[in-house]
């Protein structure tokens, strides 16, 4: 299984980014999509994530600002996130996660400056 994401970059506060996970080599029905983010100095951190029935959850930080989707077809996930704050500044990892193991892709930088 591999991850690859994309769509990081620097943004100003208040403005919005889109992050991408494309998904080769995973099938299992019992999947899960997921992004965290580890910010300097601190530890790595579930952000949002779904399952392969579509139920998506958010950890409080970022519930009503931030979107998980994904499109089973294409193995694929997003992340939509608004109304940014600099305390979303981190690196953004995506993650698979099946019956047969747990996968990360790459992480993306996210900067957000006030």
């Known amino acids: 299984v591999q991850l690859q994401a994309s769509g990081g970059g620097s943004v100003q506060a208040g403005g919005s980014l889109r992050l991408s996970c494309s998904v080769s080599g995973g099938d299992d029905i019992f999947q899960v999509m997921s992004w965290y983010r580890q910010a300097q100095g601190k530890q790595r951190e579930l952000v949002a994530s779904i399952p392969i029935d579509g139920t998506p959850r958010y950890s409080a930080s970022v519930k009503g600002r931030f979107t998980i989707s994904r499109d089973n077809a294409r193995n694929t996930q997003w992340l939509q996130m608004n109304r940014l704050l600099p305390d979303d500044t981190a690196v953004y990892y995506c993650?698979?996660?099946?019956?047969?193991?747990?996968?990360w892709g790459k992480g993306t930088l996210v900067t957000v400056s006030s």
């Open positions: 993650y698979y996660g099946d019956r047969n193991g747990q996968y």
